[in-house]
């Protein structure tokens, strides 16, 4: 049986607090008692509360883009899980590829900060995907799979079962190229699988496994067909309400 769709929008580094707060009432108004599908938005930290205040009462869910892994601390700039849990978000997208090329992001801080945010009962979505030249050299499915075993150590199976993976292309994200349903279904399958070595069948076949790269209205309904992808996760299109709404109807056409 297939997984019910994910859709999330990562708004990155865009909107105004006002700005947030208008794209998030669009969407409510389309979505407000929308259970097809699980639509998580992802705004800028400054925007989270007036987005969390807008969506509230709707199936909507609230992501943060990013967190550090302590409570508290002297640690300037950074924001914690707990701060998070406060301003209303659900999930935190996490290890996303601009937060590795950008800020030297480690596997293995992508694993504290999956723990961190499990151990507030913030849900984790976990990004991870190859770069242009190692997709050219044939390393894939090795880098792909040394960033999921990494983000995964230690982390019990109860636990991982509440995480979500998102595969993105490093050279699909922003691009306008996106992989071909194809290829990206050969990498979410092998994804699947490995989560299947590392636990259990049931976790590998429960666990929401999305595509992100240049995520379109165009492209979603064929994106999604594929047998292990579970949705998308959604960064310029997300921008634009006309455009996520149309990507939503688009993933649940068939559910």
């Not at 976990?126 to 075993?149: D, H, M, P, S, Y």
Request: proline share 4%; with cysteine.
């Amino acid at each position: 049986m297939k997984r019910k769709p994910f859709i999330a929008g990562n708004w990155k580094m865009h909107k105004s607090i006002k700005e947030a707060a208008e794209l998030a009432n669009e969407i409510k108004r389309r979505f407000y008692d929308f259970d097809r599908a699980e639509i998580v938005l992802a705004p800028p930290f400054t925007a989270l509360a007036a987005v969390a205040d807008i969506i509230a009462s709707t199936p909507v869910k609230l992501a943060a883009q990013n967190m550090f892994w302590e409570k508290e601390g002297a640690f300037t700039g950074e924001v914690s899980p707990l701060m998070l849990k406060d301003a209303g978000c659900s999930y935190v997208i996490l290890g996303h590829s601009e937060r590795r090329a950008y800020f030297c992001e480690s596997d293995e801080n992508v694993n504290k900060k999956i723990k961190a945010a499990l151990r507030e009962g913030i849900l984790p979505i976990v990004c991870v995907g190859e770069r242009l030249e190692e997709r050219e050299a044939g390393k894939t499915i090795e880098v792909v799979e040394r960033q999921l075993r990494g983000a995964l150590e230690e982390i019990k199976e109860e636990e991982a079962r509440k995480i979500v993976i998102a595969y993105e292309p490093v050279w699909a994200i922003g691009t306008g190229k996106t992989a071909a349903p194809n290829q990206a279904e050969e990498v979410h399958k092998f994804i699947r699988e490995t989560i299947g070595k590392l636990y259990t069948e049931d976790t590998s076949s429960d666990i929401l496994v999305i595509y992100g790269g240049s995520v379109k209205p165009e492209n979603i309904t064929f994106l999604i067909k594929e047998e292990d992808i579970d949705g998308a996760l959604v960064g310029g299109a997300s921008l634009e309400s006309d455009k996520f709404i149309k990507i939503i109807e688009g993933a649940v056409l068939d559910v």
